[in-house]
C-alpha cells in the first residue's frame, strides 16, 4: 500500500480531531491482475498529480455526504432514503465517478438530477475525487486519460454553477477509484478555506 494512503487510514481508525487534507504528489488508475500471485510484486504505474483544481472564494463548512456518482444516480432513480432539502442546507457533496468511466454527458445528468432537486442549491461545497479513467475493458492511453478528465471536470464545475454560483467546488482530490487514497470520513465536519485553499476535515 502507498504510504499516503496508510497515513490517511491510520487517521481513519483511529485519529480524532480534525486534520488537513493533501494532495499527493503522484497516483494511479491503471489496474492491477490480482488473480495473477505476481502481481504482488508489481509496482504501479504512477503519473504527477497536477493539483487540485479549485473553483470560488467563498469558504463553507458542513457535513459531508454522497459517494460514488453512478450510486447517486441509483439513490436518485429507485427513491431510496437521502437527507432532506432541509439537511443539504449543512452539507458539502463529495462525488467520484468509478471504473465504469462515465461519459461527460452521463456526468452532467447527475449533477443536473441533483440541481433540479434542489440539492446543488443549498449545499454548502463540493468535493470531487479524481476521475479513474482507465480499466482493463478501457485501455485509454495517457492523452486519452486527460481528455477525459479535463472534460469531466469542466462539465462537473458548469453544471454545477448552473445552479449555484458562489460555493466552493474542489476537484482532483486523491479519494475514489484511484491509488493513493484518502479515507475520507462520512457525516463528519469539513471545512474548505478558498483564501488559503486548504481543506479540513474531522476524523
Known amino acids: 500500500m502507498d504510504d499516503f494512503t ?40 504512477y503519473e504527477p498529480h497536477g493539483g487540485w483544481l479549485w473553483d470560488g472564494t467563498e469558504n463553507a463548512e458542513g457535513i459531508t455526504w454522497g459517494g460514488c456518482l453512478e450510486s447517486i444516480d441509483e439513490i436518485l432513480r429507485h427513491g431510496v432514503a437521502m437527507p432532506s432539502l432541509d439537511d443539504f442546507n449543512d452539507i458539502v457533496l463529495i462525488t467520484e465517478t ?3 468511466i462515465p461519459s461527460a454527458d452521463y456526468v452532467h445528468r447527475v449533477y443536473r438530477a441533483l440541481g433540479e432537486r434542489g440539492v446543488l442549491g443549498r449545499i454548502k461545497g463540493v468535493l470531487v475525487g479524481r476521475p ?8 485509454q492511453s495517457t492523452e ?23 460555493i466552493p467546488v474542489v476537484q482532483n482530490l486523491d479519494f475514489g477509484h484511484t491509488e493513493p487514497q484518502i479515507c475520507l470520513p462520512y457525516g463528519r465536519s469539513t471545512r474548505l478555506n478558498s483564501t488559503t485553499k486548504k481543506i479540513y476535515t474531522s476524523f
Open 144 to 166: 486519452q486519460k486527460k481528455s477525459y478528465k479535463k472534460a469531466q471536470a469542466a462539465i462537473t464545475l458548469e453544471t454545477v454553477r448552473r445552479y449555484n454560483s458562489t
Open 132 to 139: 479513474k479513467a482507465w480499466e482493463f475493458n478501457n485501455l
Open 6 to 45: 496508510v497515513g490517511y487510514l491510520q487517521l481513519a481508525l483511529f485519529g480524532s480531531g480534525e486534520f488537513e487534507l493533501t494532495a499527493s504528489e503522484k497516483y494511479s488508475d491503471i489496474g492491477l491482475d490480482w488473480n495473477d500471485p505476481a502481481t504482488l510484486d508489481q509496482h504501479r504505474v
Open 98 to 100: 468509478s471504473e465504469e
